[in-house]
Nanobody, 122 residues
Framework: QVQLVESGGGSVQAGGSLRLSCAVF????????MGWFRQAPGKDSEFVAAISGSGGSTYYADSVKGRFTISRDNAKNTVYLQMNSLKSEDTAVYFC???????????????WGQGTQVTVSS
């Protein structure tokens, strides 16, 4: 089973930036669609972004579009989430995910990592 290890979370002031990384232990990483989800305290989990295996297609939740960028380095088996212009409502545990299915999005089956905390203070 694919193993995912997130890093890069932390605390930042509103308007700041963070970059999350996810190391993926899988032999066929370059064909594996990847994504990020998040869960705030007391709220349901939320799809954030997804990227195809080649990196040629990306998808974003409306709430982060224009502020977050998902990318991947297939030579390093790593996927990233660059988060700019952070808001207090971005505070959540962020989960890297291996995603499955043909239409990537909130309903895609996914296998999640252990998560990393992002806290944005206003």
């Amino acid at each position: 089973q694919v193993q995912l290890v997130e890093s890069g979370g932390g605390s930042v002031q509103a308007g700041g930036s963070l970059r999350l990384s996810c190391a993926v232990f899988e032999r066929t990483f370059s064909s594996q669609a990847m994504g990020w989800f998040r869960q705030a305290p007391g709220k349901d989990s939320e799809f954030v972004a997804a990227i195809s295996g080649s990196g040629g297609s990306t998808y974003y939740a409306d709430s982060v579009k224009g502020r977050f960028t998902i990318s991947r380095d297939n030579a390093k088996n790593t996927v990233y989430l660059q988060m700019n212009s952070l808001k207090s409502e971005d505070t959540a545990v962020y989960f890297c995910a291996a995603m499955y299915g043909t239409n990537l999005g909130p309903e895609s089956p996914a296998h999640w990592g252990q998560g990393t905390q992002v806290t944005v203070s206003s």
